[in-house]
């Protein structure tokens, strides 16, 4: 039987060695005015068309000596080479500012803004943006470009997102972008390619059903708390509700119940109490081979003891965050997580 080995298309690996050669000698940076230097310009299909047209009408006209056919020749020529002006007025001048993405975690569509700018006292129409490569900054199942179109009025501005998918994990540099217009007769494509200086930070992506989280560690003051809270005749974790008590601590279920029997008294559960353990979430406790899909588990525990409003801690990889609360605490146990 024979064995045929698929080799990679030549052009396109040509034009791949171009394209990354062409991209390496562009700047980073988070803010561009387009000018003559950035900006290309190259005929479209119907384009190339209408000057394959022109030149058949040329032809015809020369032979057979027809007035109206030179009328008509330079008179479309004559509106080609003004779309072409216009068209490449349009990109030229325009100012283009990104901001800053916000974290976003594996798998998940990131969406960013671009400012858009025209200081021109004419409304530019039919800017489009999009990433240049998508199959190097999306999952292999999205590599189609996404284009997001928009017009800038006169002297204002316009504000255009833009989505990619994060391929893996970790701190990242976004995707090299590419803004265009055919505007207005579609005979010319006009373009320019930008790579932006700012990064985003990848977190691992939370297991689905994660297990319960794991058991904690004994404190020191574990026993007198419990001494404590036996004799306050609170246990279980679950005390009498305290104005300012958060609503997910309030334990619904209990709540129901005595609504039932006519009383309004309510419950919350004691952080205090059922944190007489000392919570750490680290790779052990995963219990998973993979490295990856231990983080995601380990993810997904800090997602839920922030939910559960616990304090918790992050053992990974010789480092250690110590048991805290609160948004700033979950962001850092993410990052760590993100940057392992």
């Known amino acids: 039987m024979a064995v045929f080995a698929f080799m990679p298309n030549p052009a396109r690996l040509l034009r791949q060695r171009f394209q990354s050669w062409f991209e390496s000698r562009l700047p980073f940076t988070d803010s561009v005015t387009l000018t003559q230097r950035n900006v290309y310009i190259l005929p479209t299909r119907p384009g190339l068309m209408l000057g394959a047209t022109l030149l058949v009408l040329l032809v015809a006209s020369i032979n057979y000596q027809l007035n109206l056919g030179y009328l008509l020749t330079f008179l479309l020529a004559g509106c080609a080479l003004v779309g072409m002006h216009v068209s490449h007025a349009t990109l030229r001048g325009l100012a283009m500012n990104l901001v800053a993405p916000r974290a976003q975690y594996a ?23 999009s990433v240049l490569n998508p ?29 990619f998918t994060p391929p893996r994990r970790g701190l990242q540099r976004l995707p090299t972008l590419t803004a265009e217009t055919r505007f207005p007769l579609g005979t010319f494509r006009v373009w ?28 020191a003051q574990g026993a007198a708390t419990a001494a404590r809270s036996q004799n306050s005749g609170e246990f279980d974790g679950i005390r009498a509700y305290r104005r300012g008590d958060p609503l997910k601590l309030v334990v619904w279920k209990k ?10 008294e309510l419950l919350s559960r004691d952080t205090q109490q059922t944190q007489q353990q000392a919570l750490w979430l680290d790779a052990q406790a995963a219990g998973l081979p993979e490295q990856e899909a231990r983080l995601s588990r380990l993810c997904a525990w800090v997602l839920m003891a922030d939910r559960l409003g616990l304090d918790y801690g992050l053992r990974l990889a010789g480092r250690e965050i110590k048991p805290a609360r609160g948004e700033a605490h979950k962001r850092a146990c993410l990052e760590m997580l993100a940057t392992c």
Do not use: C, M
Request: proline letters at 12%.
């Open 192 to 219: 320019t390619v930008w790579r932006p200086a700012a990064q985003i930070l990848v977190y691992p992506a939370p297991e689905l059903n994660p297990p319960p989280l794991p058991p904690g560690e004994p404190r």
């Open 107 to 129: 798998g998940a569509t990131a969406i960013f803004d671009i400012k858009l700018t025209n200081t021109k006292a004419a409304t530019r129409y039919g800017l489009g943006l």
């Open 135 to 163: 199959q190097a900054a999306t999952a292999p199942k999205a590599s189609a470009l996404h284009w997001a179109w928009t017009d800038v009025p006169a002297q204002g501005s316009s504000v255009v997102q833009v989505a």
């Open 255 to 264: 709540a129901a119940r005595a609504q039932a029997t006519g009383s309004n």
